[in-house]
């Protein structure tokens, strides 16, 4: 099996659990951090199953048809806009092989606004996020909220259909995420790929957003004290054809 983009191993050390010392699981990362502590972290918990290497998730270093299976846990989406960026990953596969990955959904709520945001910060996140700044184009699937691969499961289905999928199956769930307050939701937020919103703004313009969208954040608190932000993800799996 092969983690691309295995992070921390969110989803690594989980998978390797389930597959038990028979098996053999790959986790690649851009980052040389990232892979050096979890293959520390992996050491640590006995899973000799897992190694890891930092390669580019775009294009793994693997013969065809290395791999049972290729996950990708909220890493694919970040550089795929259509069919094309997925086919690497069915080339990698076996006859029969299965592909599973998660993103941020795009799919509308009933409001039309984007519900992986939470929606009384919508209007002060999404501008930032989805505009260019100074005539630069920004690199994101972002970029074009409506119209991309992710808006719909339609599209989504689409896509991997288009890649050489089959048996594709597509679903959202609500992910609970749970915070004090809205400045550590803020903080949660520069953790993960969204940083990329606050990188492009000045340090004035980043105090001055945070500091509006902790402030709404913390008028949600309930009367435990958290504030709880259900968080819209779609999960996908599909394989690859028998023949």
């Keep these: 099996m ?6 921390r191993g969110a989803v690594l050390f989980p998978v390797a659990e389930s597959v038990g010392q028979s098996g053999e699981v790959l986790g690649i990362d851009l980052s040389e951090e990232m892979v050096k502590y979890t293959a520390g972290d992996a050491r640590d918990r006995g899973l000799r199953q897992v190694r890891t290497a930092v390669m580019n998730g775009q294009a ?3 013969p065809a ?3 049972d299976a290729v996950i990708g846990g909220f890493s694919v989406f970040i550089w ?3 069919s094309t960026e997925l086919k690497p990953y069915r080339t990698l596969l076996r006859p029969g092989g299965r592909f599973a990955a998660s993103a941020p959904s795009f799919f509308p709520t009933a409001t039309g606004k984007w519900g992986f945001l939470p929606e009384d910060v919508h209007d002060l996140l999404l501008p930032h996020m989805t505009e260019p700044k100074n005539g630069a184009a920004y690199d994101c699937p972002f970029t074009n ?5 992710l808006v719909t499961p339609e ?3 689409a896509t991997l259909t288009g890649a050489g999928f089959v048996a594709v199956e597509v679903r959202e769930e609500d992910l609970l995420i749970t915070v004090d307050s809205g400045a550590q939701w803020v903080e949660w937020t520069r953790s993960h790929g969204m940083r990329r919103l606050w990188d492009r703004l ?5 105090k001055e957003l945070a500091d509006e969208v902790a402030r709404r954040l913390d008028a949600l608190r309930g009367a435990d004290g958290i504030i709880t932000l259900p968080t819209p993800i779609v999960y996908m799996r599909s394989r690859t ?3």
Excluded: K, M
Excluded at 2 to 7: A, K, P, T
């Design 241 to 243: 054809p028998q023949d």
């Design 145 to 149: 909220i409506h119209n991309n691969w």
């Design 202 to 206: 000045s340090e004035q313009e980043g």
């Design 60 to 62: 793994p270093d693997y």
């Design 155 to 157: 599209a989504v289905g």
């Design 65 to 67: 048809g290395r791999f």
């Design 2 to 7: 092969l983690d691309v983009g295995c992070g």
């Design 80 to 82: 795929t806009h259509g």
